[in-house]
């Protein structure tokens, strides 16, 4: 009798025990019984790159602050047939979690990343305690593939804090037993440029999970490629979703260090110019970091009601703490041109200091700004001193200028003659010669075409009745 109660005692316990064990493998949402899912408006996460985050493997949030309180929410949508809150990757249970990533010609120095995990019935206090890390050459499953570093004995929780988010379903939109933390993980390794995998497991204080979510986009089943290790199976699978059999990819930071740490000033000659002058200026930029650093430099200046307008200084890679006073190549000097017609209003001059003309990273950034008051009224006739000129004056000027392509050189005269228009470099070479020959009494313009010629300032030469004058443009690129 003895011997039979012991059978059906440990008989019991294998039954009982199993389903508990399988059960840590994923925490799956209950039949939502006929409740009507939330709508869920088209939604795109902002991307997480930014500062030292090198690499960010998909969103947690599809739907922003709709949760308690105005917190964000994860939902589930089971509107799709999806029914997997998370993933099970308990220490305790020896399930583990593995995702791919990247890493770019140049390399990274990865020094933490960041992991996402919830329990089921905790508040929004961490109760997060371990997490296990370590990095693959290759897919865990590949028999080809290594470790290049950690191990899963090793503890690599820095810190753990609430992410603001919910993981709920499209019919419980609101709910708070599932508090989504951020697990940031102390990481020390260089890689190479290639494909990797990270393999890591959590470790928290309550009975259920830790659970990973999912990258969750709204109208999506198949959002990745994560693998899934059970100590149930002994072996790597996909993680699917036991609702629909789909593949989802599971959400994590890489990090690295801090950005390059540069550093530029704005110096003027003069910030209240006269209409046909220039404000000059110089921006040094310092390299206040410890390693060699690639800087280019380049300049906007917006004119009041024409446009922003570019011009690039340079490129050059800096010693440590060496500063540089970056200068345009053509004319050896950065300057704003002030044209005799430029537009009043007041102008915002920004330099900055960059990974490259494009601005794909910037550095730093200074600016200035000045003002020039309006033009005031040409006379009704410009005044005429017999035998000095046959130009009205008042009628002088080009626009646009600044430009782009091309521009109109505007001209009157008083009475018919011989004129002889012509645009020079700043070298005082001839770029085009727009009108030679006799032309009658009144208002002309000539076009100075420019699309095959270089960014800068040009002179143009009006001679007529014996008389010189001469004005800049500005073509701008």
Do not use: C
């Not at 509107?79 to 010609?105: S, W, Y």
């Not at 990090?255 to 404000?279: L, W």
């Amino acid at each position: 009798m003895t011997t039979r109660f012991s059978l059906i005692a440990f008989l019991l316990a294998f039954v009982l025990a199993a389903p508990a064990s399988l059960a840590q493998n994923a925490d799956v949402a209950p039949p939502s019984n006929g409740a009507t899912p939330m709508a869920l408006a088209p939604f795109s996460a902002p991307s997480a790159l930014a500062g030292s985050v090198l690499y960010d493997n998909g969103p947690l949030v599809n739907s922003p602050a709709t949760g308690a309180g105005g917190a964000d929410e994860s939902v589930l949508q089971t509107n799709l047939g999806l029914d997997t809150f998370g993933f099970g990757h308990q220490i305790l249970n020896d399930n583990r979690m593995a995702e791919d990533f990247t890493v770019p010609a140049g390399g990274w120095d990865i020094d933490e990343m960041v992991f996402y995990a919830y329990q089921t019935g905790s508040s929004t206090t961490s109760t997060m305690t371990d997490v296990y890390v370590q990095i693959w050459d290759g897919a865990p499953n590949d028999p080809a593939s290594s470790v290049v570093w950690g191990d899963l004995t090793t503890n690599r929780l820095a810190s753990s804090n609430w992410t603001g988010v919910y993981r709920v379903t499209d019919t419980s939109s609101g709910a708070t037993d599932r508090p989504i933390m951020a697990n940031t993980a102390a990481v020390d390794v260089t890689l190479a440029a290639g494909t990797y995998w990270v393999v890591w497991q959590t470790g928290g204080t309550l009975g259920s999970g830790p659970w990973a979510p999912p990258v969750t986009i709204t109208g999506q089943t198949t959002t990745g490629n994560a693998l899934q290790y059970t100590s149930d199976s002994g072996s790597w699978a996909p993680a699917l979703d036991s609702g629909t059999g789909t593949a989802p990819g599971l959400p994590f930071l890489v990090m690295g260090p801090a950005g390059p740490n540069v550093s530029i000033t704005v110096n003027t000659s003069d910030v209240n110019p006269e209409r046909g002058e220039a404000v000059f200026f110089r921006g040094p930029v310092t390299n206040n970091g410890g390693t060699d650093q690639p800087v280019y430099v380049y300049f906007t200046y917006d004119i009041p009601g024409v446009g922003t307008f570019k011009r690039n200084l340079g490129g050059r890679t800096l010693d440590p703490g060496e500063s540089f006073n970056y200068r345009d190549f053509q004319n050896s000097k950065n300057f704003v041109p002030v044209t005799e017609d430029a537009p009043a209003g007041t102008y915002t001059v920004t330099v900055y200091a960059a990974s490259d003309r494009f601005g794909t990273e910037i550095y730093d950034t200074d600016s200035f700004t000045f003002t020039l008051d309006p033009i005031a009224p040409p006379p009704a006739q410009a005044a005429q001193v017999p035998g000095a000129s046959s130009l009205e004056v008042g009628a002088l000027g080009a626009a646009p200028n600044p430009f782009r392509d091309q521009t109109e050189i505007r001209y009157a005269l008083a009475e018919s003659g011989d004129v002889d228009l012509r645009v020079f470099d700043t070298a005082g070479r001839e770029v085009a010669a727009l009108v030679s020959g006799t032309q009658s009494a009144g208002a002309h313009a000539a076009t100075f075409a420019a699309a095959d010629l270089p960014a800068g300032v040009y002179v143009w030469r009006l001679v007529a009745g014996g008389d010189v004058t001469t004005g800049r443009v500005t073509l701008a690129r």
